[in-house]
């Protein structure tokens, strides 16, 4: 299992890698309010509490490259109160199925739902929750994206303390019958992302960077099992990658593309409003000057020593013009702007790290 694993990542990264120097689309991550409940939540697959009847979906899901409608509809509802994260997602599928039973096997080998969750939004050390219809689960921590020399999977990471359920609409491993699809309900602890023992990370009225996957494979059916389509070379079929908030690019990876979760001190059944900040805005803008550095070092192997060799164009925010500012160094650069917003300077690293001052 290891050196699958291994050479999983391996084909990440080199997606990664390439896939950053692709032109960019305009793709706005998407948001979502997550209200609080003071309702007691069964996690038991159903949906059958008031809280959820209350709350409401995300978007359908879109395919990762935000082009494609998919072919089977996915959303998402979100709910919180002081000890979890609740999320409900629905997955629409005639064909239920899946055979990996030992936790944290390689789960999109099956397909599954996958939530990915960066608590304060800068890139790093961020986590990643995958499904399939049996519950079972791979839970990781990933220290920095693959993009990144010398990142860190734990593949031996545990959740403590998830709670998770699947429930069937139709029946799983049964290829005689046709099925409306399956659904997820997990209740995830704040208490897990802590990074102090007294820290209270809890996110009320303040937004945490989230994203959701679903990994789906066109199937054969022999003697009624369920396997991944081949094609005429005995090649598993490209899976589909489906997700709420675009990447752009087929690689999940990229965290400063995920979508916003509001998580408002409001009731569920209230109405509150959110607004990506401008200066998360800004940060955007920078890590497209930090992608066209970094393709630049891959294809000169050295660093840019000017804006106009990896960006011609003017940038601006909301009709607010930026002015970026190049530094090299001797291992590497920064790049940084003053918001004209906040008037805070923001600065993006050869590492991909932003920090503000």
């Known amino acids: 299992m290891q050196n699958k694993f291994k050479t999983v990542l391996i084909a990440v990264n080199l997606i ?17 309010v997550a209200y609080n409940t003071s309702e007691k939540m069964i996690i038991d697959g159903d949906d059958s509490e008031v809280s959820w009847n209350k709350a409401q979906w995300t978007d359908a899901f879109i395919d990762i490259e935000g082009i494609e409608q998919p072919k089977y509809k996915t959303q998402v509802k979100m709910l919180w109160d002081d000890t979890y994260f609740y999320i409900l997602a629905k997955l629409e599928e005639p064909h239920v199925w899946a055979t990996l039973k030992q936790r944290d096997t390689i789960i999109f080998y099956n397909n599954d739902f996958e939530v990915f969750i960066d608590p304060d939004g800068d890139t790093y050390n961020y986590y990643e929750l995958e499904m399939n219809a049996l519950n079972t ?54 208490a897990a992302y802590k990074t102090s023992y007294y820290q209270d990370n809890v996110p009320r ?17 022999s003697n009624g099992t369920y396997t991944r389509k081949k094609d005429e070379n005995g090649k598993f079929l490209p899976e589909y990658n489906w997700v709420w908030s675009p990447i752009g690019v087929i690689n999940m990876h990229e965290p400063e593309k995920w979508g916003y979760v509001y998580f408002s001190s409001k009731a569920i059944g209230s109405k509150d409003t959110f607004s990506i900040p401008q200066d998360d805005k800004v940060k955007w803008e920078l890590y497209n000057l930090y992608k066209a550095q970094k393709a630049y070092y891959h294809n000169h192997q050295s660093w840019a020593t000017s804006l106009d060799s990896i960006s011609k164009a003017s940038i601006s925010v909301d009709d607010k013009p930026l002015k970026p500012i190049m530094e090299n160094h001797a291992t590497g650069f920064n790049i940084s702007i003053k ?19």
């Open 137 to 190: 689960v791979w839970d990781l921590f990933i220290n920095k994206p693959y993009r990144e020399e010398g990142n860190v999977v734990l593949n031996d990471w545990t959740l403590t303390g998830l709670k998770s359920a699947i429930k069937i609409n139709g029946t799983i491993n049964n290829s005689s019958d046709t099925d409306q699809g399956w659904q997820v309900e997990l209740a995830i602890p704040w």
């Open 339 to 357: 918001s004209p917003f906040s008037n805070k300077t923001l600065i993006i690293k050869e590492s991909g790290k932003i920090i503000s001052k």
């Open 205 to 221: 009225d303040n937004f945490w960077r989230v994203d959701f996957s679903r990994v789906n494979w066109q199937n054969d059916i």
């Open 16 to 32: 990664s890698l390439f896939g950053c120097a692709q032109s960019n689309k305009d793709i706005t991550p998407r948001t979502y």
